[in-house]
């Protein structure tokens, strides 16, 4: 499905697959993909993929947090015609950095990209992550990605996943990705 999605096998998955075994594998994705599918839908792919970077990033998944950030850039510079202010491999660089740490600097980038409505995504995420009860069904979905990136986390962490592509349909546009290299090379 994921190949289906995002034009490529993520490396992750092979990984998920000998750690859990193939059914329990099977089973974990068709329990936790269509929620997220549903999750990015509802709160849109730059909520989604901020909440995934955030997560892992407290985690200290570089894979994950490359595939969210670089699906963020991606995305920002489809919607806005704009460079996002820092590209995917400086921010998969905060993996592992304190919560504190890791707040201020996605605030930080946030605001200097014009983002400032999704600054409390960023917050509530890591409340969620610290054991905040969720409010609403918005920060449902987000608790629900709590548990499902960070399971992923720990497999790719476990596995010295290296980082591939982004975590997102827009990985499949070839001309976006090499506008982005051609923008982030001038």
Same mark, same amino acid.
């Not at 998955?13 to 936790?32: D, E, H, K, Q």
């Not at 970077?53 to 985690?59: A, D, K, R």
């Not at 990209?113 to 960023?122: D, P, T």
């Given at each position: 499905?994921?190949?289906?999605?995002?034009?490529?096998?993520?490396?992750?998955?092979?990984?998920?697959? %000998?750690?859990?075994?193939?059914?329990?594998? @099977? #089973?974990?994705?068709?329990?936790? +993909? *269509?929620?997220?599918?549903? =999750? &990015?839908?509802?709160?849109?792919?730059?909520?989604?993929?901020?909440?995934?970077?955030?997560?892992?990033?407290?985690?200290?998944?570089?894979?994950?947090?490359?595939?969210? %950030?670089?699906?963020?850039?991606?995305?920002? @510079? #489809?919607?806005?015609?704009?460079? +996002? *202010?820092?590209?995917?491999? =400086? &921010?998969?660089?905060?993996?592992?950095?304190?919560?504190?740490?890791?707040?201020?600097?996605?605030?930080?980038?946030?605001?200097?990209?014009?983002?400032?409505?999704?600054?409390?995504?960023?917050?509530?995420?890591?409340? @969620?992550?610290?054991?905040?009860?969720?409010?609403?069904?918005?920060?449902?979905?987000?608790?629900?990605?709590?548990?499902?990136?960070?399971?992923?986390?720990?497999?790719?962490?476990?596995?010295?996943?290296?980082?591939?592509?982004?975590?997102?349909?827009?990985?499949?546009?070839?001309?976006?990705?090499?506008?982005?290299?051609?923008?982030?090379?001038?």
């Amino acid at each position: 499905m994921c190949t289906a999605l995002w034009g490529y096998t993520p490396g992750v998955i092979p990984a998920m697959v %000998a750690t859990m075994g193939s059914g329990p594998a @099977l #089973r974990w994705f068709a329990v936790n +993909f *269509p929620r997220f599918l549903v =999750t &990015l839908r509802v709160l849109g792919p730059v909520r989604t993929h901020l909440a995934g970077l955030t997560i892992s990033l407290v985690n200290g998944c570089t894979y994950c947090a490359y595939g969210r %950030a670089h699906a963020l850039e991606l995305i920002h @510079l #489809r919607d806005r015609d704009l460079l +996002f *202010p820092l590209d995917a491999r =400086t &921010l998969e660089s905060w993996s592992g950095l304190s919560r504190r740490e890791i707040g201020l600097r996605l605030r930080g980038v946030l605001e200097e990209a014009g983002m400032h409505a999704e600054v409390i995504w960023v917050d509530r995420t890591l409340a @969620l992550l610290d054991g905040a009860p969720p409010v609403d069904a918005d920060e449902r979905r987000i608790a629900h990605l709590c548990r499902m990136v960070g399971t992923m986390n720990a497999i790719a962490v476990a596995a010295g996943t290296v980082p591939d592509g982004a975590h997102d349909p827009v990985n499949k546009d070839a001309a976006l990705k090499a506008r982005l290299l051609a923008a982030q090379g001038a």
